[in-house]
T-cell receptor, first 111, second 114 residues
Framework: GQNIDQPTEMTATEGAIVQINCTYQ??????LFWYQQHAGEAPTFLSY????GLEEKGRFSSFLSRSKGYSYLLLKELQMKDSASYLC????????????FGTGTKLQVIP | GAVVSQHPSWVICKSGTSVKIECRSL??????MFWYRQFPKQSLMLMAT?????????EQGVEKDKFLINHASLTLSTLTVTSAHPEDSSFYIC??????????FGQGTRLTVV
């Protein structure tokens, strides 16, 4: 099965950089997703990593190490609107048909 | 990106009644859609996989007779919560894939059973 672990809450200052970590265990690796979810809203897709390394997409970057079962989401130049929960998710073995989500990291950006 | 539309956004119903939630893929066809439930301060929990033209696949612990899923076309899946009770109050979200690995989510439905 899948097991995902990420911090419950984080606080960071506007304009700063924050790194949200995720460790996972899965029987068959099919990539790792990061989603952003604002309170009361549905998740929105941020990134998908299937190979080791860092992928940058604007202010957001995502890193993956398959050998360590580890990923992080890096948010630069934090804005107040970045206050949200960030969900780490991995597909179950066999493809993308089922995805297990972590409990999410609630990020609060303060002035 | 692809658009998934979910309705209603919120609904309040009396205990014992049924509620239907619709999930539509607006600009792509989805042979498979997924229904999740999210309780406050918890993550998304997969309830069932909705398959066009066939029966849904339910996750362990989810009552198929209580949560009826119908996927009658390639763009529409419905979830009906039958005989709703206060403990069914939750945030229900559908998702679908448009050919790639990422899932696109509907807006979610906030169900409150009183």
């Amino acid at each position: 099965g899948q097991n995902i672990d990420q911090p419950t809450e984080m606080t960071a200052t506007e304009g700063a950089i924050v790194q949200i970590n995720c460790t996972y265990q899965t029987s068959g690796f099919n990539g790792l997703f990061w989603y952003q979810q604002h309170a009361g809203e549905a998740p929105t897709f941020l990134s998908y990593n299937v190979l080791d390394g860092l992928e940058e997409k604007g202010r957001f970057s995502s890193f993956l190490s398959r050998s360590k079962g580890y990923s992080y989401l890096l948010l630069k130049e934090l804005q107040m609107k970045d206050s949200a929960s960030y969900l780490c998710a991995v597909p179950n073995s066999g493809g993308y048909q089922k995805v297990t989500f972590g409990t999410g990291t609630k990020l609060q950006v303060i002035p | 990106g692809a658009v998934v539309s979910q309705h209603p956004s919120w609904v309040i119903c009396k205990s014992g009644t049924s509620v239907k939630i619709e999930c539509r893929s607006l600009d792509f066809q989805a042979t498979t859609m997924f229904w999740y439930r999210q309780f406050p301060k918890q993550s998304l929990m997969l309830m069932a996989t909705s398959n066009e033209g066939s029966k849904a696949t339910y996750e362990q612990g989810v009552e198929k007779d209580k949560f009826l899923i119908n996927h009658a076309s390639l763009t529409l899946s419905t979830l009906t919560v039958t005989s709703a009770h206060p403990e069914d109050s939750s945030f229900y979200i559908c998702s679908a894939r448009a050919g790639g690995p990422e899932a696109f989510f509907g807006q979610g439905t906030r169900l409150t059973v009183v």
